[in-house]
């Protein structure tokens, strides 16, 4: 599945499988994310950096500023990539 299609999938309101240790996670797009300095800039509230193995299960952030933080052992991030929590761990999806 594509981001693309995560992310039409979620706008209609459908729950999209995140793997086989969940049987369902909606996910909840929460703004963009600077892999540069590790801050956030959130749709709402107040920005900060993101932690490995620390989130909230389904949220996602896009990447606007490429960079090597390194989370849950991902370090090369790309812009338009998605950083997104799932299962206790921040995973990659790769953008185009």
Avoid: H
Avoid at 1 to 26: D, E, K, R, W
Avoid at 47 to 55: A, C, F, I, N, Y
Avoid at 73 to 96: E, P, T
């Amino acid at each position: 599945m594509t981001i693309t299609s995560l992310i039409i999938a979620q706008q209609a309101g459908a729950v999209v499988p995140a793997g086989p240790a969940q049987s369902g996670t909606q996910l909840l797009y929460q703004g963009v994310w600077d892999a540069s300095t590790n801050l956030v800039t959130p749709i709402v509230g107040v920005g900060g950096p993101l932690v490995s193995s620390v989130g909230n299960e389904g949220w996602m952030y896009r990447v606007a500023v490429a960079g090597s933080t390194n989370l849950d052992g991902v370090s090369a991030w790309g812009v338009n990539d998605y950083v997104v929590f799932l299962a206790g761990a921040w995973r990659k999806i790769a953008g185009a």
